[in-house]
């Protein structure tokens, strides 16, 4: 606990660099206000940040801003305080661009695995600059040597070996991604994740799927397949095509277009938390029975409906904290990222995704012996507030066996 309470404080911490001097040196009191399950604003003392940075099941990076939130993410899947807790490569994506920022999610997989930063045109904010400068890159083997990749219009960094990602437009840069990251990899993936250009809520669990599978996300609109989609599609050889997202988003005739590249499957839901849930619990080929539905070699999806996983909360009106917190979903205790529609309060179809799948329960042989679970919830309490934290924590709780 104590580990993950200063992951949350570091987060903070450069979210706040600006202001604070010594931050990563001397320990910096923060005082931290916080917000009671009432949402009556309450004071905590001075320096401790529970319930706000974590509860026993749930650790938050509470960031300013998505920029802020990669930063803490990045640093949380990477250390970086002794050898071997370095990147390889820390990619950098356009803060004015989420398609192109959660298509860089698949940087995240194996063999890069690239942490997410993220930055405009300008200099680096002061949160990504930060953390660039803890994270110190080594350089990967596979895209020679580099220990930046620049992803469109992004702030440049001298003094660090540089692959640069360009494309004219959101889906040409996410097909460029997919090229690169196929290059790496040696090999395009034999599967793709289709998302929309025009809701970037159904689109944001597929960050975390790209970070933990290495499966490329492109994208379409509700109107058609893009020539840079389509061209990326073809170099994948006929690839099993998984569209996330309900009809009234990606319509049935583009799934129509689509299937001239590949086989097409669609996963989704009316709105984006339900859409979360369908994508988090989905596997092709189906599961025989929820007992026996996990990822098996092979598979696509996370095919979640036991306990003892990894989930990451996000607001669905921040896009760019999907790619921000991709990475989680590919270390650690790994898992889906589920999206909520407002900051105070958990959407129905994901408390009942909790409820049916998640809450671990242990027989006579006590709790020592159960599975656990960890939440993190990704922005600071305007985002998504401490009672909301505080019901994931509950759910997540392993309790006795009935």
Known sequence: MRRFASIALLAACLALAPALAGCGGATTLIRVKTESAAQSPVSVSEGIGFPV??????????????????????????????????????????????????????????????????????????????????????????????????????AAVKGMRTASISGADPYSLAAAIDRFASAAAGKPSPDVVIASSDDPAYAMPAAGWAAESGDPVLFVSSSGVPAATASALIAHARPHIYVLGPPSVIPDSVLTELGKYGTVARVGAADPAANSVAFAAYRDPPCPSDQACVHVPGSFGWALRSPGHGYTLLNGNQPLDAAASAPLSASGSYGPQLVLDTANQLPSSVLNFFLDYATPAYTQEGPTAAVYNHGWVIGDPSTISVSVQAEMDSLLEVVPQK
Do not use: C, F
Request: charged residues 10%.
């Open 53 to 154: 940075l974590a509860t026993k099941n749930t650790t938050r990076v509470s960031g300013a801003d998505p920029a802020a939130d990669a930063a803490g993410v990045a640093l949380a899947v990477y250390p970086s305080t002794v050898q071997g807790t370095h990147p390889s490569a820390v990619t950098i994506a356009p803060s004015g661009d989420w398609e192109a920022a959660i298509a860089s999610s698949v940087l995240m997989a194996s063999p890069i695995r690239a942490p997410i930063l993220l930055s405009g045109a300008g200099a680096l904010p002061p949160a990504s600059a930060n953390a660039l400068n803890l994270l110190k890159p080594t350089g990967a083997g596979q895209i020679t040597g580099a220990q930046i990749i620049r992803i469109g219009n992004v």
